[in-house]
């Protein structure tokens, strides 16, 4: 079967197009602090997810599902739950190195297949647990630092393993609005639960900054042009998302997603000027070869 296959396609394509919203968010985050650059990807991605969700009206034919309790319930939970990863993950970002924070948060696929396990009933079989554990050590691996000041260094390393946590309860906050939805294609679920959900988050985080912090929400229109770069960026990279928890676990799903480890190596080499020590690249190493099993699992 293609269908359910589509979820590896667009797993990649959400990890290369999250990849670089993360690197334009930590550069706002100098001028916008974390609370103001937090709110960017949702402030300026909720439009290109209503235009999103027009052109699948259009090209679908189907009529926009309607969210029942259950539904809103997964959806809150996953909203905020993401709005907190975001937060610590550019907090930390601040203080550590752009591929080792993201390694870190990478730890989630564990959390996740657990979280999936316990509140939808996702299954997790002995090949995907081992693939899971594989990748998982590759990023720990990666994020550890034998000899450095814990105390300069722990602080960054703690958001980035609870950001971890709140990301791995976001995706099954999402996956579980998608799956409630009563009826439409999976296309036009992924979409609808995308639209809500940022619909969502801007209002929590527009009403917040409105409240606490209007220099950083003023400071963000000032800046539209990068905002809007990074909105779309984290608008397209959630389209993908969803469409794979749509297909298939949040668990498979963020474990593929660890890729996005070794594109922010990539980036933080080119951009950031951050050298890529041997230890890292065993880490990389351990997770291609956990991606590696995933995928063979999958076969």
């Known amino acids: 079967m293609v269908e359910p296959l589509l979820w590896i396609p667009a797993t990649l394509t959400a990890a290369a197009a999250q990849t670089a919203r993360n690197a334009t968010q930590r550069r706002l985050t100098e001028t916008l602090g974390t609370v103001g650059a937090t709110q960017v990807r ?7 997810a209503l235009l999103s969700l027009g052109f699948m009206r259009l090209g679908l034919g189907e009529p926009v599902p309607g969210p029942d309790g259950t539904t809103l319930l997964f959806l809150a939970g996953g909203a905020v739950a993401q709005i907190l990863a ?3 993950m550019l907090a930390a970002m601040r203080e550590r190195s752009f591929s080792v924070v993201t390694a870190t ?3 989630e696929p564990v959390q996740t297949a657990l979280f999936g396990l316990a509140l939808l009933g996702d299954p997790l079989t002995p090949p995907v647990g081992l693939a899971i ?10 994020s550890a630092k034998p000899g450095a000041d814990l105390g300069g260094s722990a602080r960054p390393i703690l958001f980035g393993l609870v950001a971890g946590a709140f990301f791995a309860l976001a995706a099954i906050g999402f996956r579980g609005a998608i799956l409630s939805l009563p009826d439409g294609s999976f296309l036009m679920r992924a979409t609808t639960i995308l639209a809500w959900s940022l619909g969502v988050q801007t209002a929590l985080l527009v009403g917040w900054l409105g409240l606490f912090d209007r220099p950083a929400l003023v400071g963000s229109l000032r800046v539209w042009r990068a905002s809007l770069g990074a909105g779309f960026l984290g608008a397209l990279a959630s389209q993908f998302w969803f469409i794979g928890f749509a297909l298939t676990t949040a668990a498979n799903v963020r474990t593929l997603a660890l890729v996005e480890v070794l594109i922010a190596q990539a980036v933080s080499h080119r951009l950031f000027s951050q050298a890529t020590s041997r230890r890292e690249v065993v880490g990389m190493a351990l997770i291609v070869g956990g991606v590696a099993l995933l995928l063979a699992a999958q076969a």
Do not use: E
């Open 105 to 107: 948060i990478k730890t």
């Open 86 to 88: 975001t937060a610590l």
């Open 133 to 142: 554990l594989v990748a998982t050590a590759g990023v720990v691996l990666m």
């Open 42 to 48: 949702f402030l300026y991605g909720f439009p290109f």
